[in-house]
T-cell receptor
């Protein structure tokens, strides 16, 4: 069964450093998403991406965050200058279409720890 | 605005017993509702979804959920728990206009006692 693959599974970084989290969505999917879960809190929507541009973003997704699809397979989330409160599990997801019949397929997540 | 409340952050049942995980939602538009499961070190896997068709929805692994508009609920049930059902379960809501922008509950950790 096709999978969404995320790397790294766990990254530890110092506050102020840049971090790039990588995702390989399912190959024929066209819509891509990032969600995050701070420990003990709810899974939250960050951003959706289609046709090489952001289609929607939450208020969490401020200027320190960016997303990119640098080639035909990867989808990345960059945090320019990490803060302690960025420590969370980040989930990538993808879908073939945007209607309700299209269900998100999630990756296993990348755990980011900011010290 | 939409929101989800899952009653009980931890639920423990005996193997073979009924599983009931509670989810209540709030939505100003007709909702789409989902249950996801997360096993250790794995991603969020869809168990089942409600998208305005039949109110009783059957999912994988013997789980089902019933959409009750009058109670704004979408509780997850399974008649007989197995050890392999031990996991974290998340209820989520979205709308037809934003079907992939999910609003999640805080999750319920299900423990199965032998």
């Amino acid at each position: 069964e096709p999978e969404v693959t995320q790397t790294p599974s766990h990254q530890v970084t110092q506050m102020g450093q840049e971090v790039i989290l990588r995702c390989v969505p399912i190959s024929n999917h066209l819509y891509f998403y990032w969600y995050r879960q701070i420990l003990g809190q709810k899974v939250e929507f960050l951003v959706s991406f289609y046709n090489n541009e952001i289609s929607e973003k939450s208020e969490i997704f401020d200027d320190q965050f960016s997303v990119e699809r640098p080639d035909g397979s990867n989808f990345t989330l960059k945090i320019r200058s990490t803060k302690l409160e960025d420590s969370a599990m980040y989930f990538c997801a993808s879908t073939l279409g945007s209607t309700g019949a299209n269900v998100l397929t999630f990756g296993a997540g990348s755990r980011l720890t900011v010290l | 605005a939409q929101s989800v409340t899952q009653l009980g952050s931890h639920v423990s049942v005996s193997e073979g017993a009924l599983v009931l995980l509670r989810c209540n939602y709030s939505s100003s538009v007709p909702p789409y509702l989902f249950w996801y499961v997360q096993y250790p070190n794995q991603g969020l896997q869809l168990l089942l979804k409600y998208t305005s068709a039949a109110t009783l929805v059957k999912g994988i692994n013997g789980f089902e959920a019933e959409f009750k508009k009058s109670e704004t609920s979408f509780h997850l049930t399974k008649p007989s728990a197995h050890m392999r059902d031990a996991a974290e379960y998340f209820c989520a809501v979205s709308s037809p206009q934003g079907a992939q922008k999910l609003v999640f509950g805080q999750g319920t950790r299900l423990t199965i006692n032998p």
